[in-house]
Each structure stands twice: as C-alpha cells, then as structure tokens.
C-alpha cells in the first residue's frame, strides 16, 4: 500500500530526507496514530511524497512530482493500493491515476490537517478499506 502525501515537511523528511513515520513531525505522529487506529502495521505501508523533494512552492511541482511517481511505480509490482492523502496528492495521483487501472485508489485527507475528529474517522475509514483492497491482514495494536 502507498500513502501518497504532499511534500517534505520542514521538520521531518526534510531533515531525515525520508518520508517515514519515524520522523519527529506532524504528520509523521498523527499517521502512525491513525496507522494503528486503522490495524494497519506501517511496515506494510510506503510513504511517498507527490513532491518528493523540498520546494518553496509544492503547487507548482505537482506535475514533476507525478512523473517522479511513475518512476518510482515501475519499482513496485506487487502493489496494489495508492492512498492519495490532501489537496496536493489527489491531484498528482490524478494526472497519472488513468495508466495504473489495476490499483484501487482510496483519497483522504492529510494527516496534518486540523479538521477534527470528523477528519480522523474518514483518515481511518479509508485506510481501513485500503487495507482490505491491499489483501493486508488486521494488525490488532
């Protein structure tokens, strides 16, 4: 399963240069949260950025940022879900959604996003059906 997210964050992938749950950010936190929330284990999972390296202006890469996804998409032929997570990751899985019919695709929000509780459900409930489509077994926590 791929969690598709926006871009490095200033102090997590940034400073690690990794998207990972093991970073000390936001978004890093709240993920592995609403991972296990979800009974997902996160080394089930990949986390990807739609703009993998650091910019001033995340919007205008979006386009750069899919065709380094579909590079990275050759790597992984045993994938089978893509998790586009914000306003950023929806539109780049998007411009390359319609090459990888084979992959179920389940959008939510970003993880860092404030939006409540409400917003955390939804985070949840879609990685819990990404992990059923994944063929990924519960991880009880």
């Not at 690690?16 to 993920?31: F, I």
Request: glycine fraction near 8%; charged fraction near 25%; avoid cysteine.
């Amino acid at each position: 399963m791929l969690l598709l997210l926006s871009d490095p964050g200033l102090n997590g992938a940034q400073i690690t240069n990794l998207a990972s749950v093991d970073n000390q950010d936001k978004t890093a936190k709240n993920t592995l949260r609403l991972l296990a929330e979800a009974q997902l284990d996160p080394r089930d999972v990949l986390n990807w950025n739609i703009v993998p390296w650091a910019t001033a202006n995340a919007d205008a890469e979006i386009d750069a940022g899919a065709i380094s996804l579909r590079g990275l998409l050759k790597l992984l032929p045993e994938l089978r879900v893509v998790v586009p997570m914000g306003t950023r990751a929806r539109p780049g899985w998007g411009r390359i959604r319609a090459h990888y019919p084979h992959l179920r695709t389940h959008d939510t929000a970003h993880p860092a996003q404030r939006g409540g509780r409400v917003r955390e459900l939804d985070i949840v409930r879609a990685l819990r059906s990404a992990r059923v489509d994944a063929g990924l077994s519960s991880n009880p926590t």
